[in-house]
């Protein structure tokens, strides 16, 4: 198995907060994994660090078998293909749409690959009707439900066919239809060979998303494990605020 990402000791605070507190993690290739943690354990800190978006204060985050730092992301070819081989979908969708129309958004990211225009336009095609998102083509992303923007925004990763996927909380504010929809999208990456690393809080919905669960507990890991192994740790659950405890029993 190779690791597209090897986390050792690493540690993150902003200012005077701590966030992650020495978190060691290997992330095997084509895994499905969970982050579950109560708010403010550190879930979203760890998905920046693991898309370069930050660098750790302490210990070393490895990608792709090579050192991710500041001075490997600031040479152009190295920062090009590592954002090529790795996607983000924001928690807010709102930071990620900015084009006229659904289209756009989706074909936006071809164009800076610099596509010849024929085969964005078939990629688009394929991508709107893959993600039941034709009958939105010619509206304005800004201005769609939650849950559609949702679906854009995680289409116009997708387009781009990252190795790995990760996501804050995709589901996060959406209502149960919009939610569910999202579920069925990254459900149906299960046999893509993609690494899809997924923060949430969504016990419900986590055997369908991933097959790995790794608990955050303030900025440290608590557990890792199959999913299934996790959601029977009622303990766990209920330690790591997870959990209410009238649904333990
Ligand atoms: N921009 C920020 N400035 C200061 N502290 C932050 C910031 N973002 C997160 N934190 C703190 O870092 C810790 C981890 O937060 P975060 O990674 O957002 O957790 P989660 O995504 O699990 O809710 C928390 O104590 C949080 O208050
Ligand atoms: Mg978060």
Redesign the pocket.
């Known amino acids: 198995m190779t690791a597209v990402f090897d986390l050792a000791d690493v540690r993150y605070a902003?200012?005077d907060?701590p966030?992650l507190n020495g978190v060691s993690l290997t992330i095997e290739a084509g895994r499905r994994v969970a982050l579950l943690?109560?708010?403010?354990?550190?879930?979203?800190?760890?998905l920046r660090l693991l898309d370069g978006l930050y660098f750790p204060g302490g210990g070393t985050v490895t990608a792709f078998g090579a050192p991710l730092t500041a001075q490997s992301l600031a040479d152009q070819a190295q920062a090009f293909a590592f954002r090529r081989r790795v996607g983000y979908v924001f928690q807010n969708a709102d930071v990620q749409l900015f084009n006229p129309t659904v289209f756009d958004e989706l074909a936006f990211g071809l164009l800076q690959l610099g596509l010849p225009r024929a085969e964005i336009r078939a990629r688009v095609e394929a991508a709107l009707e893959a993600f039941g998102l034709a009958p939105l083509r010619d509206r304005a992303p800004h201005r769609l439900s939650g849950g559609e923007k949702k679906r854009v925004a995680l289409a116009s990763v997708l387009i781009l066919d990252p190795e790995v996927l990760l996501m804050d909380e995709p589901t996060a504010a959406l209502d149960p239809r919009g939610a569910g929809e999202i579920i069925g999208m990254l459900s149906a990456l299960r046999d893509s060979g993609r690494t899809v690393i997924t923060?949430t809080h969504d016990l419900d919905s986590l055997p369908e998303i991933a097959d790995l669960a790794v608990v955050?507990q303030a900025?440290r890991v608590a557990a890792v494990g199959p999913v299934e192994d996790i959601l029977a740790d009622r303990d766990l659950l209920a330690r790591t605020r997870l959990l209410m405890p009238h649904r333990l029993g």
């Open positions: 902003y200012r907060t966030a943690g109560a708010n403010g354990s550190g879930k979203s800190t760890l923060a955050l900025g």
